[in-house]
């Protein structure tokens, strides 16, 4: 089992190295966070391609309202179109999913997704850092929330996530001093939106090998892709990790592919678990080793922007170097869609173990 084991290293980071998944803002849970620590050359927030602008629907001028200071109240549809990363508030959207929670002695950083609970077809990522007022929230799904931060595309810079459209506090602008922070505020709870049904027999999520971007018009929001699905390649080169570690070729995918050229975000379900190391449904590796998994029921998760910023040094740990700009692996292409699924809830399969090794 030694690919699960390399497999954790390499991805299963902890979280003094995953705060702000390093990239241009180059934060961690260290004691001195600095900026641009994770750039190669002029590092910005925006790729000069655009993974704001694809919902469903037309969106709006940029503002429904002002809040204070002449901040704008606005929808996440209307906040998804706007550029200029300006400051916005987001009133009582929900928590949809969430991928990432650390703390240390300073406060609470987490990354998630929140939705419109009146149109969950239109979501967004949030990254909230440990300073973050409250430096005690702790997301949970159902969160009803008004957050005030500035929206803006994700630093091309940054593993996974490079290109999104994102609201977090103003920490990566250029010549702004002291950041602003972003701010949260709980209204209460609720029952999230169900997940939106899609479907390969409609072509959703056929991202044709990492060169397309397919549903773009679902960009942040959660989904059910319906079965029954086949993982049927649990190493696409879409998602190879680009990396020259010692020893030889690098075997590391940071996903899988499904029926329909579905590719699926592992990063929350592979290896074990950081709070005492439980195994996770590691289907990778499954597949590697002889098996087969099938998902009955679908899959489901947050289908959202993903590409590969690899380390500029060729190394393996793309949490804690200096990246390169995101990009898809012999695709011609810097980003693509792809489903994040929460945990292995999200992707309940039937799985057929390797057969054990004959003994002679």
Known sequence: MQLRKTLGAAALVTAATMASMAGCSGRDDGPDPVPDAGCVGTCTPDSGTDAGTGDAGTGGDGGTGQGDGGVQTVTIREARLLEDRPQIILENVVVTSVVRVSTNAQGVSADFWVADPNNPQDGIFVQKFRTDPPNTYVPTRGDRLTIQG?????????????YRKVLKNNFDFRGTGEATP????????????????????????????????????????RVHIQGPLTLTDANPTAMKRLATPDGGVDTVHFGFEVSGGVLVNNNTTFGTTQDGGTPRCDYRVIVNEGGSVTFPDGIRGVWDTYTHAPCVDGGTSTFSCFNDAGVIPEANNTWTTALFPEGCNDLPAEVTEPEPPVVE
């Open 150 to 162: 500035y929206v803006q595309n994700n630093s091309r810079f940054t593993d996974r996530e490079g």
């Open 182 to 221: 972003m701010t949260i505020t709980q209204n209460g709870t609720m029952t999230p939106p169900n997940d939106l049904e899609v479907s390969i027999a409609n072509g959703f999520g056929n991202s044709d090998g990492g060169s397309g971007r397919p549903n773009q018009e679902y960009l942040g929001a």
